[in-house]
């Protein structure tokens, strides 16, 4: 995939009629070089708190107030999500780690070496049964993005 004109890419969301379990997942694609960027760049905890506040405003605006929850899990102390997490029978949107080149282990210490790799950044659904968690899923995705691009400058 390499350099896209956009830093991600998030399909349009439409409710369905008897989706079935699994029925409302949808695949988000990263820009390979944003998500280097993000990888390459720390975390301080206190960016980690404001993303745990942010996120579980978004979750508790869909699910209810019960549901304080920080949907954000974020690679070793890196900017890069790597999964969205949602109420629900493990409900998430994930980094899709079979299309990362090895993006954790050899792929990424080639590209700490200097040695670009293409590959695609891709975060799969797991379980999404319902409108809602695809809903809140792609509202915590754009929230996590468009803040990290301000955190960039990309």
Not at 4 to 33: C, K, R
Not at 84 to 108: H, K, Q, R, Y
């Amino acid at each position: 995939m390499g350099k896209l004109n956009y830093i991600y890419s998030v399909p349009v969301i439409v409710p369905l009629e008897n989706a079935g379990m699994g029925g409302y997942g949808f695949g988000v694609d990263l820009d390979s070089n944003f998500g280097i960027k993000a990888r390459n760049t720390h975390i301080p905890d206190t960016s980690k708190k404001v993303f745990a506040e942010q996120g579980s405003k978004i979750v508790q605006h869909f699910f209810g107030k019960r549901f304080k929850m920080n949907p954000y899990q974020f690679v070793e102390n890196s900017l890069l999500v790597h999964a969205i997490c949602v109420p629900g029978d493990s409900c998430d949107l994930a980094l899709d780690e079979s299309g990362l080149s090895d993006f954790f282990n050899e792929g990424w210490e080639k590209i700490k070496k200097g040695k670009y790799i293409p590959f695609s950044v891709h975060y799969s659904p797991h379980n999404v049964d319902s409108f809602k968690q695809a809903q809140c899923l792609r509202e915590l995705f754009l929230n996590w993005a468009n803040s990290a691009n301000l955190c960039l400058n990309y």
